[in-house]
């Protein structure tokens, strides 16, 4: 398939990556070139520096031919409307759009839009992590497999700040679950006895 990645940060370069691997045919669309070095030397798609926004960056990334377009920028409202153009200008048959905020992404499912949301998707595992017996969750992104695991914190954190409890090597300190309501980790935050820490860590 030809697949357009508007985006080349991180989540972009590691689904550009994945899907070049996979043998399609994968362009790169970013403002900021120096972005690319994030692909690799391995890379063997394509990369355009300019605009999303531009129909002539588009076509130049074969939007004409295209038969998916992610659209996976940190601004909602870029993704949005390059949706928008691929789907309603170009015909392109799949347009992914990556939305933040849960209820702008539900309006724009509801305008026919393929979202992902990912704060949606973080409460949903968070939610599984306290409901499950297991102890701890993984979860493929990118190239990484992570581990989402709660734990009871050591006596030395109890009263400590995030911000001066240093986890181990590929891990940090994801939220705090105090009774059930899970917080997300912040420098400020403090850790209570009876507390469960959510750590995030490489496999």
């Not at 690799?40 to 130049?60: A, H, K, M, Y």
């Not at 102890?135 to 995030?162: C, E, H, M």
């Amino acid at each position: 398939m030809h697949i357009i990645v508007i985006g080349c940060n991180k989540v972009g370069s590691n689904l550009a990556k994945a899907l070049s691997e996979e043998g399609h045919d994968v362009v790169v669309i970013d403002s900021n070139p120096e972005n690319f070095d994030q692909l690799g030397s391995g890379f063997n798609g394509i990369t355009i520096s300019g605009v999303p926004l531009d129909e002539d960056i588009l076509r130049s990334a074969g939007i004409e031919r295209a038969n998916v377009l992610a659209a996976v920028t940190p601004d909602d409202n870029m993704n949005v409307v390059v949706s928008q153009i691929a789907r309603d200008i170009f015909n392109v048959p799949r347009a992914i759009t990556r939305v933040y905020d849960p209820e702008r992404s539900l309006v724009f499912q509801q305008m026919g839009f393929t979202t992902i949301c990912p704060t949606n998707l973080v409460v949903a595992q968070v939610k599984n992590i306290i409901s499950q017996s297991s102890s701890s969750i993984w979860q493929s992104f990118g190239n990484k497999d992570v581990s989402l695991r709660y734990t009871a914190p050591d006596k030395k954190f109890i009263g400590k700040f995030i911000k001066s409890i240093v986890p181990n090597y590929n891990s940090f300190i994801f939220g705090v679950i105090k009774g059930n309501e899970f917080i997300f980790a912040t420098p400020n935050l403090k850790v209570d006895d009876g507390d469960t820490m959510v750590v995030a860590e490489y496999l």
